[in-house]
C-alpha cells in the first residue's frame, strides 16, 4: 500500500535562510507527487506538482521540488524564505492504478524574523 | 471568482445533536470530498463523490453522512453517532477522480466545528 512519511513535524527557520521540507513516499508503482499548502485558518492550495518530464519543479512563489525516484523522495526547497511562508506544507501521492490521494501528516513551517 | 464555500466558517454543537455542514462548488467540477484535519493527523478522507447521486466511504466515515443532489452541493452531516467530532473539516472538488485529476483538488477555508 502507498504511504507518504513526513518525517519533521515542525521546521523553524529565520527570514532569508533556505529551508527544506521533506517528503518520503512508499509505493511499488509510480506515482503522482504533489506539495499543498495551509495557511492558517484557511484550506489547502496546490503548490506544485510532479506528474512526468523533468524531476525538478517549480511554483510561482520560489519554492521548487525535486523527484528522485531512487530515494522515494519528492523534498521541498527554497533557498530564501520570508515570514509569509509561514504555513503548514502537506505532501501528498496519489498511484497509477488506485487514483487514491494519500496525505502525509504535513510539516508546520515557521519563519522567524 | 470559482471557487468552493463552506459554511458555517465556525460551529459549536451540544453532544447528541447532529450539525450539517455546507460545501458548494461553482468550478464545474464532477468529484467532490470531505475531509477531517486533526492536529498532527494530516487530512482523513471520510466521504467523496464522482458523480451526483453517487457517493463513497472514505477511510472514516462512520458517524458522518452526505448527499449530492446538485452537482455543485455536496453538505456533510456530522451525527451524534460520530464520538469524537471536534475538528477542522474541509471540503475539496477535483475535475475527475481518475489519474492525475485527482490529486489537483481545490479546497474550501474550512468549518471548524467545537462539540461542547
Known amino acids: 500500500a502507498q504511504s507518504v512519511t513526513q518525517l519533521d513535524s515542525q521546521v523553524p527557520v529565520f527570514e532569508e535562510a533556505p529551508v527544506e521540507l521533506r517528503c518520503n513516499y512508499s509505493?511499488?508503482?509510480?506515482?503522482?507527487l504533489f506539495w499543498y499548502v495551509q495557511y492558517p485558518n484557511q484550506g489547502l492550495q496546490l503548490l506544485l506538482k510532479y506528474l512526468s518530464g523533468s524531476t525538478l519543479v517549480e511554483s510561482i512563489n520560489g519554492f521548487e521540488a525535486e523527484f528522485n525516484k531512487s530515494q522515494t523522495s519528492f523534498h521541498l526547497r527554497k533557498p530564501s524564505v520570508h515570514i509569509s511562508d509561514t504555513a503548514e506544507y502537506f505532501c501528498a501521492v496519489i498511484t497509477y492504478n488506485t487514483d487514491k490521494l494519500i496525505f502525509g501528516t504535513g510539516t508546520r513551517l515557521q519563519v522567524f524574523p | 471568482d470559482g471557487g468552493i464555500t463552506q459554511s458555517p466558517k465556525y460551529l459549536f454543537r451540544k453532544e447528541g445533536q447532529n450539525v450539517t455542514l455546507s460545501c458548494e462548488q461553482n468550478?464545474?467540477?464532477?468529484?467532490m470530498y470531505w475531509y477531517r484535519q486533526d492536529p498532527g493527523q494530516g487530512l482523513r478522507l471520510i466521504y467523496y463523490?464522482?458523480?451526483?447521486?453517487?457517493?463513497q466511504k472514505g477511510d472514516i466515515a462512520e458517524g458522518y453522512s452526505v448527499s449530492r443532489e446538485k452537482k455543485e452541493s455536496f453538505p456533510l452531516t456530522v451525527t451524534s453517532a460520530q464520538k469524537n467530532p471536534t475538528a477542522f473539516y474541509l471540503c475539496a472538488s477535483s475535475m475527475s477522480t481518475a489519474g492525475t485529476r485527482a490529486g489537483e483538488l481545490f479546497f474550501g477555508e474550512g468549518s471548524r466545528l467545537t462539540v461542547l
Open positions: 468550478l464545474n467540477h464532477d468529484a
Open positions: 463523490s464522482q458523480i451526483v447521486n453517487d457517493f
Open positions: 509505493s511499488s508503482v509510480s506515482v503522482y
